[in-house]
């Protein structure tokens, strides 16, 4: 359900990401990696590694976390949480309705 | 109800005593009752500091290890000041009478209070360590004003201060402590002679020509040695000491006499309680005397003959004695000590390890002498091991040798090695000599002071802990091994963490636990293996690795989740930082053409490249290019992929060979080309990298890779092994020489195929080589002592058979989105169904 500060936007068909595999999506400025783990759990994090900006949707992704492409940092991807102190990332809410993607900013 | 606490008694509370009490609470903080008695009115201290008191840079307190406080907080009973006198073993009581305060607290008539009444303390078990006592060599007049031995933090003091009223002071003794003791007094202003029974200083430690050398250098600091002097007589006169007289006649004048002469063990109250004494109280080898509930630890000990006078034996003992008693191991035993010294000899760098000379007619002497630098280095090497060795002056190697020498490992070939560091490696450095803003893993910029704080004050003991704390040996993982060495330094003794053998830290198994696992319940994917290997927990870290075992196990069989691939390998270019992609194509021996060159400079024009470079391994690589252009360059250049991006063989340089070169022995060349068509894109636990060389004058630098082939008079070719030039730099070791082309092929093919399977995901075949050794592997892959030659050589054909160009997938993706940019979401709200 919507309220008046969360507004839900569908990404397309869930068969856009590969079982096991992330996929980065530009949502008007700011781009959001959507992950669709190999247990049918969808989640969705800011692209961006704080560290150095590398590709988390090109990350190896499992067990609820993501290991960004280009340092082996860690994130939770429930959470946010990264492995390294001060770093984490922002999460969005997102499920699959009728075999589509829908994530809420 | 709690049960009762058994009582245990300590006699002694030096050094050894404090430290068997520290790891019985260690193991057992409760199970005991915990009483100690100490002689020395102090709590306990660190003796090897001593003479740091006596030369004034470090004060009493600091050197305490154990402040009186530390007895209260750990429920310690301690009878300060009360020596121990017998043990009545009918009774289970320990008897001890409080001494005077002035008294000599290690003498054996140390004077008692008299009318004290007597100290009592019954037991279940005694721990006797009443350490030695200094040795005095027999001699007119010692004792009295201005002679003191250098023993106790008494001692030091006294010496100070006296000291002050001499110009003159005569150190009996040119041991270690002899010498520091002879430091500690020149501070204070007074000329110092020291005299030595023996005709050279640090008999136990040096041999001859080293304590010349080390008399050498003593003496240009101004201080007199002389040596084959014993004294006979301490003559006095109007109450003060005028001079020494000694055995051969001859006399010297001096003002005072300190007395470090060596040590004598402690024994009295186990001769006097009935225990078997010989030279020193006799323990086997749990450090039990002959009565089995007492035991006995440190210098006091003889243990299968030998006394041990050094800390390193005694906390060993220590251990030992603390496993047993507490039953944390009661199968524990201490079997004797290797002994070795690493230390400062007024300002002397010294390391002295075993055997000074050679005692066996198969023993090996290298000795390496620069008096001008006052530096010696001697090895004794027999059984191809260390049985001794002395490095005076400089000692970089010291720690390595020491580690050598106590693991009884089989040392280099090259014995200069042992002595100046590899001439391969980096210098060979003890890690305690390292300060601590030394960068340790420069991967990931973490000193040798945080993994200190690791090990020290965050317990971390393994390998695999202090990268977790720290991310020490996370990077290429080269500095482990100092990272081990650091361990074994600041905590004892490294705990080998389980989960460094797995072959993934997501399934607990070693790789060949792991490979049997895999075979048995016919495993073809990686999520099959996190189902039925990791309880079905998935762990990202994990899925590379599988993914690359997986490959190598099931040729043509595996089945390929994408998502198990690192991005590289699923899009077969190499990520940059800015999240572009390099391309580099195959280009064979390193050899093109100008039509080649024309078209991917066409291509780099075409798509914008921001840099065309050459890379390390000769080839041409288009850097920067957008994912969603990888394959439609791919097409436009018509050039298989070069695999620039993977764990697997990646390319093979070689030099120009005998068709152009005056020098060519080979054709390297067309080696490598062949080499490069047979072994392109073999997926292996890391990367290879290969080149071959036209003559030894390895302009390929084939000595230093992978794998390398090098073509030398005669129409052979030598093969390589586990080179790197890299991070670490090695040379490969020879594997063997053959006599075509199609025999490198074969063997090199035969060699990846034993790394294929044997080597650990993300080791290096220079590590590879080293962890196994080379005449193991020449013996299975040359000599197949195994009899798997012909089965490895079927496997890798396999292999090559199978393989594919991943480029070919430009063509048709393997999965939707494969090369996908960010996809532009549209924005549209969802309406919502509210009911």
């Known amino acids: ?105 | 109800m709690t049960p009762q606490k058994q009582k245990l008694v300590v006699i002694g509370n030096g050094m050894a005593g404090a430290r068997v009490v520290e790891e019985i609470l260690k193991r057992a903080r409760d199970r005991f009752e915990i009483v100690m008695f100490g002689a020395e009115p102090y709590g306990n201290y660190n003796r090897i500091l001593l003479s740091n008191v006596l030369n004034g840079s470090q004060s009493a307190t600091e050197i305490f290890m154990n402040p009186l406080a530390w007895y209260a907080e750990n429920g310690i009973k301690l009878h300060a000041g009360v020596k121990a006198t017998k043990i009545d073993r009918e009774r289970k009581v320990v008897i001890g009478s409080p001494l005077k305060k002035e008294a000599l607290a290690y003498a054996v008539d140390a004077a008692a209070v008299p009318d004290a009444a007597l100290v009592e303390e019954s037991y279940d078990h005694v721990i006797i360590a009443t350490g030695s006592r200094p040795f005095v060599p027999p001699m007119e007049g010692f004792g009295g004003t201005g002679t003191f031995l250098f023993r106790t933090i008494d001692d030091c003091d006294q010496i100070a201060e006296y000291a002050k009223t001499c110009k003159h002071a005569a150190v009996i003794g040119g041991g270690l402590l002899g010498l520091e003791a002879a430091r500690g007094l020149m501070t204070h202003g007074v000329e110092v002679t020291i005299l030595e029974a023996a005709p050279q200083l640090m008999i136990a430690q040096l041999d001859p020509e080293a304590g010349q050398m080390l008399r050498d250098t003593i003496e240009d600091m101004g201080i007199q040695v002389m040596c084959e002097k014993i004294t006979t007589k301490i003559v006095r006169e109007d109450g003060r000491i005028k001079r020494l007289d000694f055995k051969d006649g001859s006399t010297l004048a001096t003002d005072m006499v300190v007395v470090s002469a060596g040590i004598r063990p402690i024994a009295e109250i186990a001769s006097v309680s009935g225990l078997t004494v010989n030279k020193a109280i006799v323990c086997d080898d749990q450090m039990r005397t002959s009565d089995r509930s007492i035991f006995a630890v440190g210098e006091c000990v003889e243990h299968r003959g030998k006394i041990y006078g050094l800390v390193d034996p005694i906390w060993e003992q220590a251990k030992v004695l603390a496993d047993v008693l507490t039953g944390f191991n009661p199968k524990a035993e201490y079997l004797g000590s290797k002994l070795g010294t690493k230390l400062k000899v007024m300002g002397v760098e010294l390391a002295s390890m075993g055997d000074t000379k050679p005692s066996l007619p198969d023993d090996e002497v290298v000795v390496y002498r620069e008096p001008s630098r006052g530096v010696y280095k001697k090895l004794i090497v027999r059984d191809n091991k260390i049985a001794g060795a002395i490095l005076l002056g400089e000692t970089d190697t010291a720690g390595v040798l020491m580690q050598m020498f106590m693991a009884n490992s089989a040392v280099s070939s090259r014995r200069a090695d042992l002595l100046f560091g590899s001439a391969t490696g980096a210098p060979v450095l003890s890690v305690f000599d390292l300060p601590d803003h030394a960068q340790i893993c420069n991967c990931n910029g973490v000193t040798k002071g945080a993994i200190k704080e690791a090990i020290m004050i965050g317990k971390c003991h393994s390998v695999a802990k202090v990268g977790g704390c720290t991310k020490a040996g996370l990077g290429c993982g080269s500095c482990k091994g100092l990272v081990a060495q650091l361990i074994e330094a600041y905590a004892g003794e490294v705990v080998d963490d389980a989960s460094e053998h797995y072959y993934v830290p997501g399934v607990a198994l070693e790789k060949s636990q792991l490979v049997a696992e895999i075979k048995r319940l016919g495993l073809k994917s990686v999520s099959a293996v996190f189902r039925e290997l990791a309880g079905g927990k998935e762990d990202p870290a994990s899925k590379v690795g599988l993914a690359s075992l997986l490959k190598t196990l099931w040729p043509g069989e595996y089945d390929d989740e994408r998502d198990a691939r690192f991005i590289n390998d699923r899009v077969h270019a190499n990520i940059q930082k800015d999240g572009t992609f390099s391309v580099v194509p195959r280009i064979y021996g390193g050899v093109t053409s100008p039509a080649e060159l024309r078209r991917i400079a066409e291509v780099a024009e075409k798509y914008n490249v921001p840099m065309v470079k050459f890379t390390g391994g000769q080839r041409l690589d288009l850097l920067g290019v957008k994912k969603d252009d990888l394959p439609k360059m791919w097409k436009d250049l018509g050039i298989p992929s070069g695999h620039a991006y993977t764990k697997s063989f990646r390319t093979c340089k070689s030099c120009v060979g005998t068709d152009f070169c005056r020098y060519g022995l080979g054709d390297s060349i067309k080696l490598a080309q062949e080499i490069e068509h047979r072994f392109q894109g073999i997926e292996s636990p890391h990367k290879m990298k290969l080149a071959t060389a036209g003559c030894p004058r390895n302009c390929s630098e084939a000595y230093v890779k992978d794998l390398g082939a090098v073509a030398i008079e005669g129409g052979l070719w030598e093969i390589y092994i586990g080179g790197a030039a890299g991070g670490t730099i090695r040379k490969g070791d020879l594997l063997c020489t053959v006599k075509s082309h199609d025999e490198v092929l074969k063997l090199m093919g035969r060699f990846m195929q034993y790394y294929r399977e044997h080597g650990k995901y993300l080791e290096r075949t220079y590590h590879f080589v080293e962890r196994l050794g080379i005449e193991t592997i020449r013996m299975i892959v040359v000599e197949d002592s195994e009899g798997i030659a012909a089965r490895l050589d079927a496997a890798i054909q396999q292999a090559v058979d199978a393989y594919k160009d991943p480029w070919q997938e430009a063509a048709v993706p393997a999965y939707p989105g494969q090369f996908s940019a960010p996809e532009l979401a549209q924005v549209l709200e969802v309406a919502e169904n509210n009911g």
């Open chain 1, 1 to 105: 359900m919507n309220t008046p500060n969360t507004r839900t936007i569908n990404l397309g068909s869930l068969d856009k990401i590969p079982l096991g595999q992330g996929r980065s999506f530009q949502v008007e400025d700011t781009q959001i990696a959507v992950f669709r783990q190999r247990d049918g759990k969808l989640f969705a994090t800011q692209n961006a590694c704080p560290h150095k900006q590398g590709p988390l949707a090109e990350g190896v992704a499992g067990g609820g976390k993501v290991i960004c492409p280009l340092h082996s940092h860690k994130f939770d991807l429930a959470t946010g949480q990264g492995s390294e102190p001060h770093e984490c990332v922002k999460t969005y809410v997102v499920r699959e309705a009728g075999g589509e993607i829908l994530l809420q900013l």
